[in-house]
C-alpha cells in the first residue's frame, strides 16, 4: 500500500476493524451467514467468505462471497469471488478475509489438528497473496488462529544448489519440461511455463505447456493436461506414484497456488518438487495445512 493507505502493523488492522464493528466474531458470523446462498451441487460443502477492503482514506467495506459450482470444472471459491467482489467496487487492497465451512466445522469438530479441512485452496491463496495486505489476517471459522498471506502461500528460500544433486532421470525429465517451455503458446498472456512428471514404474516422462485461449479463461495449464495424461495412461488406477514433478519456467518464479493444490490432491506430501533455476522443495513447504474436502 502507499500514502495514506500504508498498513504499519497487525495492530493497527485489528483495532480498524474493531473500530468499524468488524471484530473478528462478527467477520466469522457474517461468513457463516453468506454460506447459506452457496451453489455448491458437487462438493456439497457451501463456503461462505467475506473481506474487508481498505480505501486511501483507510475506510473500510465488506464484501461477500459464496461458491458457485456451475461444473466441476467452472467452480469458483468464495474467498475469491469476495475479493473479486471488492475489485469490481473500486478497492485494490484489503485487510482481512474470514471463511465459513458449516459442514465442514460439524463434521471435524473434534478433529482439532486436522486444519486442512477448513483452509482456502491453493488458488484462493495466491489471489489472496496478490490482493490482501502482507499483515492482513484470515480467519477460519472453527480455527483459534489467524494466518497471514504469506503463512498460507509462503514462497520459502530454495538451495540451488540441489539442482546440482538430480538424478539421471530426474535431469531428463527437467530438459523435457525445458522443451515443453519454448513450445509454449501465449500470444496474449506471455505467461509461459513447461511440466513434466516423472512416474514410478515406467520409463515414460509426461510434458506439458501453457496454451492460450483468446478468452484468458479457459486457456490451458499445462499441470493440469500432464495430469490427465497421467491418468489416462492408468497410472493412478495401477497406483503408480508420482515421483517429482518438474517446472521450468522463464525466469525465476514459483508454481502459482492452483498449480500446487492440484499437485497435493495427487501427490505424497513430501513427492520432489524441481523448479530450474531455484531448487527442490516439496508440496508440504510450499502449500502448507492444503485443503482437502474430506
Not at 525429465?173 to 514404474?201: C, F, I, M
Amino acid at each position: 500500500m502507499a500514502g495514506s493507505e500504508t498498513i504499519h502493523s497487525s495492530k493497527e488492522i485489528e483495532d480498524l476493524l474493531n473500530n468499524s464493528n468488524l471484530s473478528f466474531d462478527n467477520l466469522r458470523y457474517l461468513a457463516k451467514e453468506v454460506s447459506a446462498n452457496s451453489w455448491s451441487p458437487y462438493s456439497q460443502f457451501p463456503v461462505g467468505a467475506v473481506v474487508v477492503g481498505i480505501d486511501q482514506s483507510k475506510n473500510l467495506k465488506v464484501f461477500s462471497g459464496t461458491n458457485v459450482e456451475p461444473t466441476v470444472s467452472l467452480s469458483l471459491c468464495a474467498e475469491r469471488n469476495a475479493i473479486f467482489s471488492g475489485i469490481t467496487a473500486g478497492y485494490k487492497k484489503f485487510l482481512a478475509v474470514a471463511v465459513s465451512i458449516p459442514k465442514a466445522k460439524d463434521k471435524f469438530a473434534n478433529t482439532k489438528n486436522e486444519i486442512s479441512f477448513f483452509t482456502p485452496c491453493g488458488a484462493c491463496r495466491e489471489i489472496i497473496l496478490q490482493k490482501v495486505d502482507h499483515k492482513g489476517m484470515i480467519l477460519i471459522d472453527g480455527i483459534d488462529r489467524t494466518f497471514t498471506p504469506k503463512e498460507l502461500l509462503p514462497h520459502p528460500i530454495l538451495d540451488t544448489n540441489k539442482l546440482k544433486t538430480l538424478t539421471i532421470e530426474e535431469m531428463d525429465a527437467l530438459d523435457l519440461a525445458r522443451n515443453a517451455l519454448h513450445n509454449t503458446h501465449v500470444p496474449y498472456s506471455k505467461e509461459k511455463y513447461g511440466v513434466s512428471l516423472l512416474v514410478e514404474n515406467t520409463r515414460e516422462i509426461y510434458s506439458a505447456c501453457t496454451l492460450d485461449s483468446a478468452s484468458f479463461g479457459c486457456s490451458v495449464e499445462p499441470i493440469k493436461s500432464v495430469f490427465g495424461v497421467y491418468t489416462a495412461k492408468g497410472h493412478i488406477k495401477a497406483k503408480n506414484k508420482i515421483k517429482a514433478v518438474i517446472f521450468a519456467f522463464p525466469f525465476v518464479k514459483y508454481p502459482p497456488g492452483d498449480t500446487l493444490q492440484l499437485i497435493s490432491d495427487y501427490c505424497d506430501p513430501t513427492t520432489k518438487i524441481i523448479i530450474d533455476n531455484m531448487g527442490v522443495t516439496t508440496i508440504e513447504e510450499l502449500l502448507p495445512w492444503a485443503f482437502k474436502l474430506s
